[in-house]
């Protein structure tokens, strides 16, 4: 439990940078969230992969389900903290 909490967190703060960096750039609002989920999602994804060819370790789907309800929790607070 608390080894899934702390990539939830991480990625809470994966989510939080990623907006805060694209209000930096000329992304659409409508597509700023989209785009930062998405973003978010893959660098989960990759980092999966890469446990592949950890030994001792594996890819999870649920480890990326985890890290994508993260961030975007990050993603959304940040918003709505900003609005």
Same mark, same amino acid.
């Given at each position: 439990?608390?080894?899934? /909490?702390?990539? =939830? /967190?991480?990625?809470?703060?994966? $989510? ?11 992304? #659409? ?6 785009? @930062?989920?998405?973003? @978010? *999602?893959?660098?989960? !994804? /990759? %980092?999966?992969?890469?446990? &592949?060819?950890? #030994?001792?370790? $594996? #890819?999870?789907?649920? %480890?990326?389900?985890? %890290? *994508? &309800?993260?961030?975007? *929790? $990050? !993603?959304?607070? /940040?918003? =709505?903290?900003?609005?």
């Amino acid at each position: 439990m608390i080894r899934k /909490t702390a990539h =939830f /967190t991480e990625y809470m703060i994966l $989510g939080i940078l990623m907006y805060m960096a694209s209000s930096k750039n000329n992304i #659409p609002r409508n597509n700023k969230v989209l785009w @930062c989920i998405l973003l @978010c *999602t893959l660098y989960a !994804i /990759t %980092d999966e992969v890469h446990q &592949a060819f950890v #030994p001792g370790r $594996g #890819p999870r789907v649920f %480890d990326v389900i985890i %890290d *994508t &309800a993260g961030s975007i *929790t $990050g !993603i959304l607070m /940040t918003k =709505f903290i900003i609005k």
